[in-house]
């Protein structure tokens, strides 16, 4: 399956669609443990991102445009935390894949694991900390796994999704040591971290792109 800009324009689509259904979800759990604007501001970027990756012409613009696009917008919509993250993550998967046309299944791979090392650079978190690294460095690791042993597409973001999970699930016992929440000592443990949901979310998203039918 080769992914073209029209693809990515269909991808980002996905994206703003399940997260604008799970924002006051996202509010609720980042009310639990930080500022409750966590559904707000992912709603309000990914619907900026989507929106300027449409605006491309895919017969003009390469998959690197459509990329930066989103994070310019993302970065402009968005004054929380998430925005400079998920800006740095597209940046970071705009430049994995300069100079393409269109992206093979290892391509599109490593500009998805590219956005986790973007998240990982900008926000300096590690794993365990409580924060969207948390799902997104598993899920990342679990499709290039994946990719390098020659798993298709949809088996390697099927894994991606099942990893993201479970490292989602597992900030529910961790206390934060980076963002808001890292104020909150112990207060913390018991809920899930609002960024680390939103990541599976977004990785589901791309789990559900990674389907034959919608390549
Ligand atoms: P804010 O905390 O500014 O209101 P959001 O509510 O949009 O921002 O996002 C909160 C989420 O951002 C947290 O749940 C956490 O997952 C993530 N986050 C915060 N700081 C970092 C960091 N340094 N690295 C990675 N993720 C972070
Ligand atoms: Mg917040």
Not at 59 to 85: D, E, H, M, R
Not at 88 to 100: E, H, I, L, N, S
Not at 111 to 135: C, L, N, S, Y
């Given at each position: 399956?080769?992914?073209?800009?029209?693809?990515?324009?269909?991808?980002?689509?996905?994206?703003?669609?399940?997260?604008?259904?799970n924002r006051?979800?996202?509010?609720?759990?980042?009310?639990?443990?930080?500022?409750?604007?966590?559904?707000?501001?992912?709603?309000?970027?990914?619907?900026?991102?989507?929106?300027?990756?449409?605006?491309?012409?895919?017969?003009?613009?390469?998959?690197?445009?459509?990329?930066?696009?989103?994070?310019?917008?993302?970065?402009?919509?968005?004054?929380?935390?998430?925005?400079?993250?998920?800006?740095?993550?597209?940046?970071?998967?705009?430049?994995?894949?300069?100079?393409?046309?269109?992206?093979?299944?290892?391509?599109?791979?490593?500009?998805?694991?590219?956005?986790?090392?973007?998240?990982?650079?900008?926000?300096?978190?590690?794993?365990?900390?409580?924060?969207?690294?948390?799902?997104?460095?598993?899920?990342?690791?679990?499709?290039?796994?994946?990719?390098?042993?020659?798993?298709?597409?949809?088996?390697?973001?099927?894994?991606?999704?099942?990893?993201?999970?479970?490292?989602?699930?597992a900030t529910?016992?961790?206390?934060?040591?980076?963002?808001?929440?890292?104020?909150?000592?112990?207060?913390?443990?018991?809920?899930?971290?609002?960024?680390?949901?939103?990541?599976?979310?977004?990785?589901?998203?791309?789990?559900?792109?990674?389907?034959?039918?919608?390549?």
């Amino acid at each position: 399956m080769a992914i073209t800009t029209k693809d990515l324009q269909h991808l980002f689509a996905l994206i703003a669609a399940d997260i604008a259904a799970n924002r006051d979800h996202l509010c609720e759990l980042d009310g639990a443990i930080g500022d409750g604007d966590h559904g707000l501001a992912m709603d309000a970027g990914c619907e900026a991102a989507v929106k300027a990756v449409a605006a491309l012409d895919p017969a003009q613009a390469a998959p690197t445009a459509a990329f930066n696009a989103a994070a310019k917008a993302f970065l402009n919509a968005v004054g929380a935390s998430s925005g400079p993250l998920y800006a740095t993550a597209f940046m970071r998967a705009g430049a994995a894949v300069k100079d393409r046309q269109e992206l093979g299944d290892e391509e599109f791979v490593r500009a998805f694991a590219a956005m986790a090392e973007g998240i990982q650079d900008r926000g300096k978190a590690e794993p365990g900390e409580k924060t969207m690294v948390d799902a997104w460095k598993p899920a990342a690791d679990a499709a290039l796994d994946a990719v390098a042993s020659g798993a298709s597409l949809q088996q390697c973001f099927g894994l991606a999704e099942q990893a993201a999970r479970q490292g989602c699930d597992a900030t529910r016992d961790m206390t934060a040591a980076k963002g808001r929440a890292s104020r909150l000592g112990d207060r913390v443990i018991g809920h899930i971290d609002p960024g680390a949901a939103s990541a599976a979310i977004i990785i589901a998203s791309i789990a559900k792109f990674a389907q034959p039918h919608n390549g």
